[in-house]
């Protein structure tokens, strides 16, 4: 092994040497406490994006809604308890019971239009 490679692995070690003796100085002077709770932090900055990014998709699956608008059909997502306009047809909907429903205002009645085949009678 020649002096130019040991050199180049000691480089490599250094900073690794000098975290370990840094945290044995803290360690033997009493200031576990300081380790510890930069440990604890350390924990929390890898702990908190993890546990938050597994919190939010179970939110989505929880309030996520995807169905078809009822007016023109366009296949289009929600939030549940929340108005939406549909982007084809502009119709105002809302999210009950995981399906779309049309907003409208009190004291409309809503139909759906039937049509019925016409029989010609001749005479």
């Known amino acids: 092994m020649s002096l ?3 050199q180049f ?3 490599n070690l250094r900073p ?3 975290l370990f003796v840094v945290v044995w100085l803290l360690g033997s002077l009493g200031l ?3 380790v510890n709770s930069l440990l604890i932090l350390v924990g929390l900055i890898f702990l908190v994006p993890i546990i938050g990014f597994f919190g939010f998709r179970w939110w989505l699956q929880q309030n996520l809604v995807t169905d078809k608008c009822p007016a023109c059909g366009f296949e289009l ?3 549940k308890n929340r108005e939406l306009q549909c982007p ?3 119709e105002v909907l809302s999210v009950q019971d995981g399906h779309f429903q ?3 205002p009190e004291g409309t009645i809503d139909v759906k239009a039937v049509e019925i ?3 010609v009678l001749e005479e």
């Open 32 to 34: 576990g406490w300081l």
């Open 77 to 79: 997502p929600g939030f």
């Open 4 to 6: 130019k490679s040991f």
């Open 117 to 119: 085949p016409t029989n």
């Open 9 to 11: 692995q000691l480089a």
């Open 16 to 18: 690794w040497l000098t």
């Open 88 to 90: 084809n047809c502009g």
């Open 102 to 104: 049309r907003v409208a």
